[in-house]
């Protein structure tokens, strides 16, 4: 045996089996269910900005793990799971982007905002009553029953899917990639706003799957999950700020020199943040990846 044959042997590692896969995914699926279940109890407790956007980010992340439980457990039995997240979700982002507009007008310093930040005031406070209902009311025990089954179910011995799992993880993978891989070539020009909404849901969507990855492959992903993380964390930036100057251009209680002075800012700091993209997009490119 030649040495660098015995070297490459005592490196490499066996892949999991299927089985450990599964347990891996079903643990991520009910520690995700546990962690919304904990911040859920705390937002009510305490609605206040920041729990309300860590609430919302775990109801994604757990989304992101049952949006992979179709080949498993059946499309049905993964929507009946998805449902009622995805409107908690959508009713929670109601909230946190009236509260993201509140802030950042109220940061602006401009005078003539009071009747504005009012209105968006009284916005917030009926979105966030109507997110507590849903918080209040919503069945935690069903839902429980639910996840642990649908976890016991991904490891049962007779899961004819149970096989396949890492040639279905690396294929959902890719796809995740793809919208990515079609859009980078296109967001740098000014004009390009909806291609770069469109690559902030894709970056989104591929990262929520990539840490699904990184809790049943081992977390061998991080590097990819910090570069996803602050691609979206600058396009978000620069899509609030495309849905704030909208708000100020429809607002009928706003004197026009207020107007006029806050989109100009707007427009200033869109393209120091645009100026930021490209660069990342030079020094830190998206580039497909799937760690084993």
């Known amino acids: 045996m030649s040495p660098s044959n015995s070297q490459h042997r005592t490196v490499q590692q066996p892949l999991p089996g299927s089985r450990q896969l599964l347990e891996a995914f079903a643990t991520s699926l009910i520690t995700r269910w546990d962690d ?37 457990i059946g499309t049905e039995r993964m929507d009946r799971l998805r449902r009622p997240i995805r409107r908690l979700t959508r009713e929670l982002g109601l909230v ?44 935690c025990m069903k839902l429980e029953r639910q996840f642990r089954a649908a976890a016991a179910a991904l490891v049962t011995p007779d899961n004819v899917a149970s096989q396949g799992l890492l040639a279905l993880l690396s294929e959902r993978n890719l796809a995740f990639y793809y919208p990515i891989h079609a859009l980078l070539p296109l967001v740098a020009a000014t004009e ?47 899509n609030d700020r495309t849905v704030i100057a909208a708000l100020l251009q429809g607002a009928a209680d706003l004197q026009e020199p207020v107007r006029e002075n806050l989109l100009k800012s707007i427009a200033k700091e869109q393209r120091k943040l645009l100026q930021k993209l490209c660069g990342l997009l030079d020094a830190k490119p998206i580039v497909y990846c799937f760690e084993l």
């Open 36 to 72: 919304l279940l904990q911040l859920r109890h705390q937002t009510l407790n305490c609605f206040d900005v920041d729990h309300i956007h860590d609430l919302r980010v775990a109801s994604r992340r757990l989304r992101g793990a049952v949006e992979q439980l179709g080949p498993f």
């Open 192 to 238: 390009m706003v909806e291609e770069r909404h469109a690559l902030r849901i894709a970056v989104k969507k591929w990262r929520y799957f990539t840490e699904l990855l990184y809790d049943v492959l081992g977390g061998k992903q991080q590097t990819l999950l910090d570069q996803l993380r602050q691609y979206q964390s600058l396009l978000g930036d620069m």
């Open 96 to 139: 946190r982007n009236l509260d993201e507009t509140i802030l950042y007008l109220e940061k602006t310093g401009e005078k003539g905002l009071e009747p504005l930040l009012a209105s968006l005031g009284q916005q917030r406070n009926q979105e966030a009553a109507q997110a507590r209902r849903l918080l209040e009311t919503l069945d």
